[in-house]
């Protein structure tokens, strides 16, 4: 398997996990916000930190992934032009 078919699987399973977790946290901060019950329990309070803190997460890893993706596409792209430049 070639490097760019890899890094692509690699993307695509990152992105594949990173959106389920935003599903996941998306439900459960949903769900505290419309039962009274779950805000007053004090516990549950520290349970939607977590999954607001997982939303962000999730978000910030899927733009560190995307990112990561085209900054080597284009180093692996980059010398390939360079070297064309040079044999004209």
């Known amino acids: 398997m070639n490097e760019l ?3 692509i699987l ?3 399973l990152g992105l594949f996990i990173t959106t389920i977790a935003i599903a996941a946290s998306s439900i459960g901060i949903q769900y505290y916000n419309k ?3 779950l805000q007053e329990d004090s516990k549950m309070t520290r349970n939607r930190d ?3 803190f ?3 997460a999730a978000l910030l890893g899927i ?3 995307i990112t990561s993706f085209i900054l080597k596409q284009k180093k692996t ?3 390939n032009v360079a070297l064309n430049n040079k044999l004209k």
């Open 35 to 37: 039962c009274q019950k």
């Open 77 to 79: 792209v980059t010398p």
């Open 5 to 7: 078919m890899h890094s």
């Open 10 to 12: 690699q993307l695509c």
């Open 54 to 56: 997982l939303l962000a």
């Open 63 to 65: 733009g560190g992934m």
């Open 50 to 52: 977590f999954l607001i």
